[in-house]
Every structure is written in structure tokens, then in C-alpha cells.
């Protein structure tokens, strides 16, 4: 993405550009935002919609938002090629509503360079870097927290995390796009209380064997070596213990050298020296994934022992929290039976399984 762009659009005299991020190029000419309109009237059942000129080098995204009356439009600018790494309407349409807001205020600057920041990186990221910004991001690793004592308003958020963890400054509509953007909440009005969030899908990470054995199968003393220590490891792998103490957390997630050599060693073997290279020669780190069983090192090359994968699934354990919370009259009856109708929606589903693993 190169820039994006908040327009309003006058009843009497047609689109007016408000602001832009970066702002050193021009704003586009009144033509192609009236264009941008008339696709948007053809297709007024979708709220975004795709625009490519037949002339120019750059495509847009543009979705409309009503605000107190006045239209408006959040105006992404792509390269052809890259048109479709944008996302959902749902999510952008909540990032527009949150810069009109801010349009007549000394925030508008800053809110529209963080949406354009939080969109490009978020285009850029597959689910798996994606997911393991829950852990490395403090704030959304402390929302995480948070939401899984279960339902709380938008005001009650922001304030929490003001009052007891000191995150001053927060622009909470576009920290929880990732949230939304992974289906991990989900965000509803209840009577008595604007706009609540509720965790629906919790996330964790375990470790799994690798997918295929990664020592050549000519190597039979070195293979059968591998293979007594991984059986002999995962018939004693005991996965809650390892959550509890945050192992897989503090050792692989926290750590992007870590994590990026895992991946890499997914997909090939490396030797001692190119390991020791992608962790920056941190020789006792190499050696605590040694200890810890992560990696795997023979012969001067280096396998995958235990490969780090995500899950996804449906925290039934904050019920017990709601009722507790109920009871002491930290939330309303309305917050609790809707965070409660959420969950249970999940024993509806025939045949299905309460976890996704990324």
C-alpha cells in the first residue's frame, strides 16, 4: 500500500480530500474520486469496493462510512499488483469510523499515520507472524490477558489499561484489528453498555513432530537416533506444564531469531555455523535450544526437533469466569447472557472440533 486517504463528500460540491498519510504527493485529482463514487452507487449492497483506472499506475481500495449524517470515504492507494493484499471491510470500515471521529481534533495526524502503519504491516504479514505479535506485542499480549476474564466495554478497556498497566496513549480501534482480523473477538453493542468486546477464539502454541523426518534416510544409525529421542520425548511431553511455565514463550516466541529459525528449519537442514549465524552467534542460546529440544544437532548440521505451531480455540473456560464475575456484580446480566449465547454457539456446530491448528 502507498498512502492512504480520508474524503468527505459534499451534497452541494462533490468529493473534498481531508487528509492523506504520507503526505508529501498530491492529493488525487476530483475526477477519479468521482469515479470512485459512481462505483460505489452501482454496488451499493457492498460497502468496499475495488477501482482500477485504465490509465496510471496505481488501483484503490475505497470503502464508505456514514458519520452524523455526511458520507465519507477511507481511500487505500495500491500498485496494481498488490490490490488484493488489503483487509476485510469490516475492519477498515471500524478504522474509518475511528479517524472521522478524530477529524476536527490535534489526534487526526497521528490516528491516520497509525492506520496507514497498522494496514501495511498487516498486508504483509502471513497468520503465523501475525499470531506471534499477540505474544511479542506487550499491549495486545496484555488485551489478550485481559479478555479471557471475559466480556468488557470499550471504556472499561481503555481505562484498564491506562489505570493498572500505564499504557498511556492508545488508539484501542486499531490495536484490536489484528483481534478482529483473526476472528478472535468479536464486537456488539449491549443494551446498557456501548460497545463491548468479546474473546470468542483464544490462542496458544505447543509443540508438534516434525512433519516429515528430516535426517536422510542413507544416515539408518543417525535416523534411528533421531527417531529413539523424539519418541522417547513426545511419550513424555507434558504440554500443560510447558504452557504454564511459558517455555515455548519465553524460548522460541519472544525471541524473532528463534522463531524465524524454526521455519527455516521446517524446510531444509542447516549447518552449525549458518545456525549459529541466524541467531546472531549466541552460542548459549544455541545451546539452551539444544537443552530444551527444539532443535537437533549431528555431524556439523542442524534438524527441527520440535516444530512451534499456533492453535486456535474456543475459550469454554471463561464461562466459569463470567458466573464468577456475575455473581460480584462486575458485569451486567445483559453483558454476561450475551459473552455466554457467544460461547454456546460453539456446541451448535455438528461434528466439530473447538480447535484450528495454524
Known amino acids: 500500500m502507498e498512502r492512504i486517504i480520508l474524503s468527505h463528500w459534499n451534497k452541494q460540491t462533490g468529493p473534498e480530500s481531508i487528509i492523506q498519510y504520507p503526505p ?11 469515479k470512485i463514487w459512481a462505483k460505489h452507487e452501482l454496488n451499493k449492497e457492498n460497502s468496499m469496493i475495488e477501482f482500477i483506472p485504465e490509465e496510471g499506475e496505481n488501483s484503490f481500495v475505497s470503502i464508505i462510512q456514514q458519520f452524523e449524517g455526511e458520507i465519507y470515504f477511507l481511500i487505500l492507494v495500491y500498485d496494481q499488483v498488490k490490490i488484493n493484499e488489503t483487509i476485510s471491510p469490516d475492519i477498515l470500515a471500524s478504522m474509518s469510523k475511528n479517524l472521522i471521529e478524530l477529524i476536527n481534533t490535534n489526534k487526526i495526524t497521528r490516528a491516520i499515520s497509525e492506520a496507514y502503519t497498522t494496514i501495511k504491516n498487516y498486508s504483509k504479514l502471513d497468520e503465523e507472524e501475525n499470531l506471534v505479535n499477540f505474544f511479542q506485542d506487550k499491549i495486545k499480549y496484555t488485551i489478550l490477558q485481559i479478555l479471557r476474564d471475559g466480556v468488557i466495554s470499550k471504556f472499561d478497556l481503555t481505562n484498564k489499561l491506562r ?20 476472528n478472535l473477538i468479536i464486537k456488539e453493542n449491549v443494551p446498557g453498555s456501548n460497545e463491548c468486546y468479546f474473546l470468542v477464539k483464544d490462542i496458544s502454541c505447543m509443540r508438534i513432530p516434525p512433519k516429515i523426518l528430516p535426517i536422510d534416510n542413507k544416515e539408518d544409525v543417525l535416523l ?20 504454564e511455565n511459558k517455555t515455548i514463550v519465553q524460548s522460541v516466541l519472544l525471541d524473532k531469531d ?35 529440544k527444539f532443535i537437533y544437532e549431528a555431524k556439523g548440521f542442524v534438524y527441527i526437533f520440535s516444530d512451534v505451531r499456533f492453535i486456535k480455540f474456543t475459550p469454554f473456560f471463561i464461562i466459569k469466569k463470567l458466573v464468577e464475575r456475575y455473581q460480584k456484580q462486575e458485569i451486567s446480566l445483559n453483558e ?22 495454524v
Do not use: M, W
Open 24 to 34: 508529501e504527493k498530491p492529493f488525487p485529482p476530483k475526477d477519479l474520486f468521482l
Open 163 to 182: 489505570q493498572d498497566y500505564g499504557f498511556s496513549t492508545l488508539n484501542i480501534d486499531l490495536i484490536l484489528v489484528s483481534f478482529i482480523g483473526e
Open 224 to 243: 534411528k537416533k533421531y527417531k529413539r529421542e523424539l519418541e522417547n520425548f513426545y511419550f513424555n511431553y507434558d504440554i500443560i506444564f510447558e504452557i
Open 258 to 292: 528463534v522463531f524465524s529459525l524454526i521455519k527455516t528449519l521446517r524446510e531444509r537442514n542447516i549447518t552449525v555455523n549458518d545456525c549459529l549465524n541466524s541467531l546472531n552467534n549466541r552460542e548459549e542460546l544455541f545451546n539452551v535450544l539444544l537443552d530444551k
Open 336 to 357: 454476561y447472557l450475551a459473552h455466554l449465547k457467544l460461547l454456546s454457539e460453539q456446541f451448535n456446530i455438528p461434528l466439530s472440533i473447538d480447535y484450528e491448528i
